[in-house]
């Protein structure tokens, strides 16, 4: 699997340092909230994971699923909802964890879908973020880092399915899209 990847451009230490800031941050603005911590599958799990459990506050965690790739690298531009949350999150401080915003659509699809719920608060972390891919106006409130307009795999990222069971970020070679 190693062999696929042209270059690193996030490490397994580098992503886990950066979470530990995160965490922090997080456990500051959320201490005495008891926030619902909604992970988005199948992407952001690796990343949630190790965030949540940097996190020394009160928290619960849920999963939601959307789909908008389809298995391929360009997104299909439109998003449907695959499985919802097991909590009702209304009068609840939500924290959506990505695992990146590229065009947007995603995470302006389930905040449009969380906001007709009535939380008390919603906000997002998104492990990557890549600015240069945007199409519809959202913003993550808190980034892991912004990353370049890239297809990049690995720590809950795919290509058909694969490569999310890398420990860092990095790019494909080009020799695998071509098989
Ligand atoms: P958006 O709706 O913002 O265009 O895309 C968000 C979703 O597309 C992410 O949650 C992720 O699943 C997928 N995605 C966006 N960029 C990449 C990328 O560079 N690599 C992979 N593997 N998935 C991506
Ligand atoms: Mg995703």
Redesign the pocket.
Known sequence: MNNDIERVIYSAAAIQKRESELAQQLSDEYRDKKPLIVS?LT??VLFTVDLFDKMDIYAQLDFIDVS??GGG?Q?SGH?KLLHDLKHDIKGRNVLVV??????????KFLIDLLKDRDAKSIKVCSMLD?PE?R?VDVKADYVGFNVPN????GYG???KGFYRNLPYVGVLKPSVYAE
Do not use: H, Q
Request: proline share 0%.
């Open positions: 988005v992407g952001a908008s790739y690298t997104s998003v990505e695992d990146i915003v590229d065009t947007g659509r995603t995470l890549k891919g199409v890239e297809f990049l795999v990222l795919d290509y």
